[in-house]
């Protein structure tokens, strides 16, 4: 039973490389509990208790400590692509009516631009929400106040 103790190594070696690989707080609890379960191997207890003490120790580890990591560390959210659009503002270049859509520049790409009312061209937008390849836009506060 001598070889556990190495089996315990690797499980406390592979769950720290994945834990450093991925940085997802997925794996850290496995070491823990492995780490126990080597302990145990090292003092000659059976593996018909380093197996029970491994899972008991493991889900401890993750029941007593997940909720701490998950509020201490939140990730937001960061915009991407043209997801970073949403909430930037631009000129109309052509106007939107009620049976034709404008159209708008981006970081030197042209995007067509649809509205729930017509709006003028050179007018400021705000873009709302993304739909395939057209921004949906609405008038800036500062547009409405002066129509």
């Known amino acids: 039973m001598q070889y556990m103790i190495y089996v315990w190594a690797g499980v406390v070696a592979l769950s720290?490389?994945?834990?450093f690989i991925t940085q997802e707080f997925a794996s850290i609890w496995f070491a823990g509990g492995g780490l126990i379960a080597l302990i145990l191997a090292a003092c000659k207890v059976g593996i018909a208790w380093q197996i029970p003490v491994f899972v008991v120790v493991s889900f401890a580890l993750l029941l007593a400590t997940r909720p701490l990591v998950k509020k201490f560390i939140k990730k937001e959210k960061v915009a991407t692509n043209a997801d970073s659009l949403i909430g930037k503002k631009a000129k109309l270049l052509t106007e939107i009516t009620e049976d034709r859509n404008g159209s708008i520049k981006f970081k030197g790409i042209v995007w067509t631009a649809a509205a729930s009312e017509p709006i003028k061209a050179n007018e400021e937008v705000e873009v709302v929400e993304?739909?395939?390849n057209t921004l949906t836009v609405k008038?800036?506060?500062i547009q409405k106040e002066n129509n």
Do not use: D
């Open 16 to 19: 720290l490389i994945i834990e």
């Open 130 to 132: 993304i739909n395939g």
């Open 139 to 141: 008038k800036t506060e």
